[in-house]
């Protein structure tokens, strides 16, 4: 994805992915979880993480995480626009865009409100949530609240691989892993082109960017999307 996001610890984070694990040992998604593998798991990688998740965790219990609303907003200030305030132009990133979380999830009321106090502060970038966090009834309010402002797009994911995409009433239309590309569009979802579509010589494009794709940011999407499995 060609823009900046905000990681924590897989599984640790994850607190319906562990209510998932324990409820289906065989067919859980997170078995597999990207995000507890390859780079996740170098030692600088690792501590990076941990330290992050220590500090959001202590601004939630010490100040009802103001100063992880304030740090967050002033790197994404920082990272986005220019001392005018005006969007900056970056090579490699879309200023348009955040994604919270390619590893860990909205844990916890607290750190979801946290998380719209950041948002409501940036209404022209357009943020990215994906979220199992739907499994847990007391998450429900405080996700549909952040889901409710326009630059929010909040998709709730699968649990479990070759099932559709759970369709949460106040979320977007959420998200599922298939591991065939016939079978997730027999079932309506739009397969991403990053996990199957290959250039003149056979090579996975296996970028957002590569295939102009920004589908998972757009509000009021309609139609669930599906990653294959890999």
Request: glycine content about 6%.
């Given at each position: ?90 090579k490699n990133i879309d200023t ?126 309609k139609k669930p999307i599906a990653?294959?499995a890999h």
């Open positions: 994805m060609p823009c900046v996001g905000f990681n924590i610890p897989a599984l640790k984070s994850c607190p319906s992915a562990r209510l998932a694990l324990k409820k289906f040992p065989e067919d859980s998604i997170c078995l597999e979880c990207y995000a507890l593998k390859g780079f996740y798991l170098f030692k600088n990688v690792a501590k990076a993480l941990q330290d992050r998740f220590d500090f959001v965790l202590k601004s939630l219990r010490e100040d009802n995480g103001d100063k992880f609303v304030k740090e967050i907003s002033r790197q994404i200030e920082k990272k986005y626009f220019d001392k005018h305030g005006n969007k900056k132009k970056l348009s865009l955040f994604r919270g979380h390619d590893s860990g999830d909205l844990f916890s009321p607290k750190y979801i409100k946290a998380w719209k106090r950041v948002c409501e502060k940036f209404p022209t970038i357009r943020f990215w949530f994906p979220t199992r966090e739907y499994f847990r009834a007391s998450q429900l309010d405080a996700l549909k609240d952040l889901a409710s402002l326009d630059n929010v797009c909040l998709k709730p994911s699968a649990l479990i691989k070759d099932v559709k995409a759970p369709s949460i009433n106040g979320l977007d239309a959420g998200t599922a892993v298939y591991t065939s590309k016939e079978k997730a569009e027999k079932d309506g979802h739009f397969v991403c082109p990053a996990t199957y579509v290959k250039d003149e010589k056979g090579k996975a494009i296996a970028t957002c960017k590569g295939n102009r794709c920004k589908l998972c940011f757009i509000k009021g999407c990653y294959l």
